[in-house]
């Protein structure tokens, strides 16, 4: 029926769109400036090539509390039970590694 992928990589997301990415700075906005950090930029790095995926695994980690948040971030804790996901993951390694500077200033 539809062309099967040979790499590796789970099938592509559509990007989002101006209106996607406008909401989704929006609901990104935390209370905690360390969250803001990371965020700000992990959006600075990767708003681009973001996708719904992305938006998806975002959304999920921003209905957390700040310092849940800041764990995960943190590496202090890792995503458990329904946050456990794969979008959730990767956007989590997203946010870690461009907020990795953040942390240390």
Same mark, same amino acid.
């Given at each position: 029926? %539809?062309?099967?992928?040979?790499? *590796?990589?789970? #099938? #592509?997301?559509?990007? !989002?769109?101006?209106?996607?990415?406008?909401?989704?700075?929006?609901?990104?906005?935390?209370?905690?400036?360390?969250? *803001?950090?990371?965020?700000?930029?992990?959006? =600075?790095?990767?708003?681009?090539? !973001?996708? $719904?995926?992305? +938006?998806? %695994?975002?959304? +999920?980690?921003? *209905?957390?509390?700040?310092?849940?948040?800041? *764990? !995960?971030?943190?590496?202090?804790?890792?995503?458990?039970? +329904?946050?456990? =996901?794969?979008?959730?993951?990767?956007?989590?390694?997203? !946010? $870690?590694?461009?907020?990795?500077? #953040? +942390?240390?200033?």
């Amino acid at each position: 029926m %539809g062309e099967t992928s040979t790499n *590796d990589q789970p #099938a #592509a997301s559509p990007l !989002l769109d101006t209106r996607e990415l406008s909401k989704l700075h929006w609901r990104c906005r935390r209370g905690l400036l360390e969250n *803001d950090l990371f965020i700000e930029r992990f959006f =600075t790095r990767f708003e681009s090539g !973001l996708t $719904r995926r992305h +938006a998806e %695994g975002l959304t +999920a980690l921003m *209905d957390l509390s700040d310092n849940d948040l800041l *764990d !995960l971030l943190l590496r202090r804790r890792e995503p458990e039970g +329904a946050l456990n =996901t794969p979008p959730v993951c990767e956007v989590l390694g997203m !946010l $870690r590694q461009s907020g990795a500077h #953040a +942390a240390h200033t």
